[in-house]
């Protein structure tokens, strides 16, 4: 498994960020904007923030820098193009969902945030449980990485959810807060104390394609029409493990789409079965929302 660590430059995803890598990238054609030496007067932002953000764009599944045919090629992902076009300041928190959803899925960029949705079954932690659990989940994976890493990791890893008064910095500038909070992802459960918990949204405020979405990718990555209720809520990268879902919650999700005729559940015999009733492809499913939840506001 490819794991990376402290990536972000101690520096947690800004407000529009996102809008202003985007734009360079898609709107200025300028895909190698974060390699450039004038990148600093293009973003306007210091030299490790312009690092970090490259990280975040990458973390989020916006941007994506890939080999072809021998040649490192740098571009927009088909998320990050839809974003643009549709979202480009995020404002509808399907977006911000699916921001989520790309950075704690994969290992390869956030590791630390792949970890603590996928493996780790705390849901109530502070700074020490924490940091051991991670310690021991990299160890475990054949990893080594240096404590400081992990710490750093561990203080933008709340930055990232947690909305609260106190955010211990100090620059006007780190008091720019992640859009990722409104999501209500995490709380103090003991703010002295420093403790916090997992929040869990009641999933009739979440948007049905997003869950629909989501289902969809995660089948596809496993080339399979096929899933058992265990895998989908216990699997990394799976709807249960992304969004913090319960069982009692996971059925929900799922009686909803089988009511608009997404998948097909089966729960008799002792058969826990959900079948998808038609394959395609995920960003089908983002644009179709996006372009009626478009038209709605116009």
């Known amino acids: 498994m490819e794991m990376r660590f402290a990536r972000h430059e101690t520096f ?3 407000e529009g960020w996102l809008t202003k890598g985007l734009r360079k990238v898609i ?5 190698d904007i974060f390699l450039r030496k004038d ?3 293009h973003l306007g932002i210091g030299s490790n923030m312009v690092r970090s953000l490259r990280f975040w764009m990458q973390a989020t599944g916006v941007y994506e820098e890939v080999k072809e045919n021998g040649k490192v090629v740098r571009r927009a992902t088909r998320f990050g193009e839809l974003v643009y076009r549709y979202d480009s300041y995020l404002e509808d928190e399907m977006t911000l969902w699916l921001l989520h959803y790309h950075l704690v899925r994969d290992s390869r960029y956030a590791t630390t945030w792949y970890w603590f949705f996928n493996h780790c079954e705390y849901r109530e932690f502070d700074e020490s449980i924490f940091l051991a659990m991670l310690e ?3 160890q475990e994976q054949g990893g080594q990485v240096a404590r400081g890493s992990l710490k750093r990791d561990f203080d933008c890893f ?8 106190y955010q211990g910095e100090s620059n006007p500038e780190d008091n720019l807060g992640c859009p990722l909070r409104e999501l209500g992802i995490l709380e103090f459960s003991d703010e002295r104390n420093r403790r916090y918990r997992v929040t869990r949204r009641p999933v009739v405020e979440m948007p049905e394609e997003l869950f629909y979405f989501c289902l969809l990718d995660h089948m596809k990555a496993m080339e399979r ?6 895998e989908l809520l216990y699997s990394p990268g799976s709807l249960g493990r992304v969004f913090a879902l319960g069982l009692p919650e996971l059925l929900q999700v799922l009686e909803m789409l089988q009511h608009r005729d997404y998948l097909y559940l089966t729960r008799t015999a002792g058969l826990n079965n959900v079948t ?3 394959i395609r492809e995920p960003q089908e499913i983002l644009e179709e929302y996006y372009r009626r939840e478009m038209r709605c506001e116009d």
């Open 12 to 14: 947690h995803l800004r």
């Open 27 to 31: 709107a200025e054609g300028l895909p």
């Open 39 to 41: 990148a600093i007067e």
């Open 136 to 138: 021991n989940w990299v």
């Open 158 to 165: 709340l930055n990232t959810y947690l909305v609260s008064k």
């Open 225 to 230: 029409r096929h899933v058992t209720i265990d």
């Open 276 to 278: 998808l009733l038609e």
